[in-house]
């Protein structure tokens, strides 16, 4: 037997292999003997298609990062290139959702396809938002707080006599006890963080009692009069 055309190789005499696919001829031949004339030729042609290979996507469930989120895979037989569409696009999605997936192997001698759903689930996020002493009842506070997603952190209060304007700015009409409440709601990418709240005490303002010579004598709760001939 011989290769007459196409991508087939004979070892051993009657063992044909392929090199790839399309159309292969081989050709028996008999070359006689003493006893007998060479045989015709007899080819026989047929078509050599690629091989079905298995394909397993791996890591479909995944949580956003901010990177590319890409879908990983397994071969039978093993080591074969998989080329991946996320919707239709070579490119691997960032944000959170859920993506059709199609994993194809176009090699020289194997075809597979496997086709899932990549789920890429919204991130959780925390608030950083350090603890606020206590005030005067005078005082304007500039309220400050993070998130772990970088994202702004809005405020609210509780409860007690707190008012907040332009979003940050803490002032009181009263005293008594404060709640502030520092809430993320999250986005498309992150999950709403837990709420933060810091609590603390609102007093009177404190006066300063000088001296006539302008020296601080002691400090007092605010008061409506003072006495004594030794204060101004």
Do not use: C, H
Request: no cysteine.
């Amino acid at each position: 037997f011989t290769v007459g055309g196409g991508p087939g190789s004979i070892t051993g005499g009657t063992n044909l292999s392929f090199t790839g696919t399309g159309l292969v001829s081989v050709v028996a031949s008999q070359g006689g003997n003493a006893n007998y004339n060479a045989a015709p030729e007899v080819t026989n042609t047929f078509n050599v298609t690629k091989a079905t290979a298995g394909v397993t996507l791996t890591n479909l469930s995944q949580t956003y990062d901010g990177t590319a989120r890409v879908v990983t895979s397994l071969t039978s037989p093993t080591g074969l290139t998989v080329d991946m569409t996320y919707n239709g696009n070579a490119w691997a999605p960032t944000n959170a959702g859920s993506y059709t997936v199609t994993g194809t192997v176009n090699d020289v001698m194997y075809e597979g396809l496997r086709v899932g759903t990549l789920v890429v689930a919204r991130a959780s996020q925390t608030i950083t938002f350090p603890a606020i002493a206590n005030q005067d009842v005078t005082n304007v506070v500039g309220l400050a707080a993070t998130a772990s997603s970088g994202l702004a952190v809005s405020f609210a209060t509780n409860y007690g006599p707190g008012v907040i304007a332009d979003l940050t700015n803490l002032s009181f009409t009263a005293t008594g006890m404060v709640s502030v409440v520092a809430s993320q709601g999250g986005d498309v990418n992150y999950n709403a963080a837990p709420s933060v709240t810091n609590t603390f005490r609102v007093g009177d303002a404190i006066l300063a009692i000088l001296g006539t010579n302008g020296v601080v004598i002691t400090n007092y709760e605010a008061v409506s009069t003072i006495k004594g001939t030794d204060f101004g």
